[in-house]
């Protein structure tokens, strides 16, 4: 019989519902699984489900029943996809949940940051409005979107998700070209120019070794002071360090982050001594993880299970 081995069960929501395949199988759950964890796991299996525990060549090695990979996220930096195609294992990923949810928090950021959401709720917290002696205070500036330029970074589904709800605002929209790229048509605004003009840079583009810490130091010092930088992306687009001293220093505005380069933080991450300050949002990588989007998640994942079972491999990669 099939069996079937799910190796970091808490990387899902309590709120989801883990169905299993139809087809008849062994099932076996982890919350989580460290790296070093993996090999024994999988040792047996013939399916596995990985959110981010990783698999590599060391553990394929002693996994001779494994047949198939079902990623349930669409990154895949966590599989060593040569080595499976080695191994005659075939890996699949999910796409297409994160369209609504992802764009969304990118502007419940925005917005937060643009009013001074944050700091306002913390002045009542901290008894000021008590203090202040009259029907509203002016603690922080609180700007329209209307109006306001919106720098966009990538320009997939997500990112025209996010164009098509700052419409609804009356934004400016750019699509930013590719950094260091020319003639990629008229829909695309230069770099250069997105970084200088913008109100609002979102970003949602792959990490790649062309797009690491597309956003450093030489970018910060040519933003508006004025502009707020969004990432619900991918960590390594930002130099962490960089941003830091953009927001203490005033080179920016503002900043709300999903994503850092090293997820949880580590406690020397640069960007954990700005968590106080009232322009920078930090959320623990949830952009993606609305209860619409997880569910949609795991019925990929089961349905690329049940395909491969019946010899209709789905969302393949590799």
């Known amino acids: ?139 922080h500036p609180i700007a329209d979107l209307a109006g306001s330029r919106l720098g966009i970074v990538g320009e997939g589904v997500i990112g025209q998700n996010v164009a098509r709800i700052a419409r609804g605002f009356n934004m400016e929209v750019m699509f930013a070209a590719h950094k260091g790229a020319d003639g990629l048509g008229p829909l695309y605004t230069p770099w250069d120019e997105v970084i200088e003009t913008s109100d609002v840079i979102t970003l949602h583009a792959p990490l790649m070794p062309a797009t690491r810490n597309m956003i450093a130091a030489p970018e910060f010092e040519r933003m508006k002071n004025s502009a707020i930088l969004i990432n619900t992306s991918r960590g390594g687009l930002v130099d962490e360090a960089a941003l830091a001293h953009a927001l203490t220093s005033g080179q920016i505005a503002g900043a709300g982050f999903d994503v850092l380069t090293k997820e949880p933080p580590a406690p020397d991450n640069p960007l954990l001594s700005v968590l106080e300050r009232p322009n920078f949002i930090l959320t623990p990588h949830t952009a993606w993880a609305s209860d619409e989007a997880q569910a949609e998640v795991w019925r990929q994942v089961v349905y690329h299970l049940e395909q491969f079972e019946a010899g209709q491999a789905t969302n393949t990669l590799g």
């Open 1 to 139: 019989m099939t069996k079937i081995v799910f190796l970091d069960r808490d990387t899902m929501g309590p709120s989801v519902e883990i169905t299993r395949p139809a087809f008849a199988h062994d099932w076996v759950e982890y919350g989580k699984t460290a790296p070093d964890q993996v090999a024994e796991r999988i040792a047996d299996a013939d399916m596995v489900i990985t959110n981010k525990a990783p698999i590599g060549a060391g553990q394929l090695a002693g996994a001779a029943n494994l047949r198939m990979i079902s990623i349930a996220a669409t990154g895949f930096d966590v599989i060593d996809i040569p080595a499976c195609a080695a191994h005659g294992v075939t890996v699949s990923n999910v796409r297409g949940y994160a369209e609504n949810t992802v764009p969304e928090h990118a502007f419940a950021l925005i917005l937060a940051l643009r009013r001074g959401i944050v700091g306002y709720r913390q002045d009542v917290i901290n008894g000021e409005w008590e203090k202040s002696g009259q029907f509203c205070f002016f603690n």
